[in-house]
């Protein structure tokens, strides 16, 4: 069983910057693509960004492009998330997840898509 644990959330201003570290217990964590979704209030959860097991691709939402990044340290079990010029808009419970997909090149956008998840993070942006 994979434990995924997030941090580093809290209250900012708008144009400030977070990082969220995501934190996997498994001995492994090469092995899975991971990925970072959000939900605020009253919407359904999105799709942020996420990262293939080697780190090789990473993709991200239109609405965070040029202003998120994602990265892993597979030495660490840590997946992080790089959130620069943060807007009210941004304001959500982040949640980090994985799917054990070892040597695939996928993409997956989905959150069914994937099977791990974390308890999440609020971010919270004032203006």
């Known amino acids: 069983q994979v434990q995924l644990v997030e941090s580093g959330g809290g209250l900012v201003q708008a144009g400030d910057s977070l990082r969220l570290p995501c934190e996997a217990s498994v001995r492994a964590l090469r092995r899975y693509a991971m990925a970072w979704f959000r939900q605020a209030p009253g919407k359904e959860r999105e799709f942020v960004a996420t990262?293939?097991?080697?780190?090789?691709?990473?993709y991200y939402a239109d609405s965070v492009k040029g202003r998120y990044t994602i990265s892993r340290d597979n030495d660490k079990n840590t997946v992080y998330l790089q959130m620069n010029s943060l807007k009210p808009e941004d304001m959500a419970v982040y949640y980090c997840a994985g799917r054990h997909d070892w040597y695939s090149e996928t993409l997956r956008l989905g959150p069914n898509e994937y099977d791990y998840w974390g308890q999440g993070t609020q971010v919270t942006v004032s203006s």
């Open positions: 990262i293939t097991w080697n780190g090789g691709n990473t």
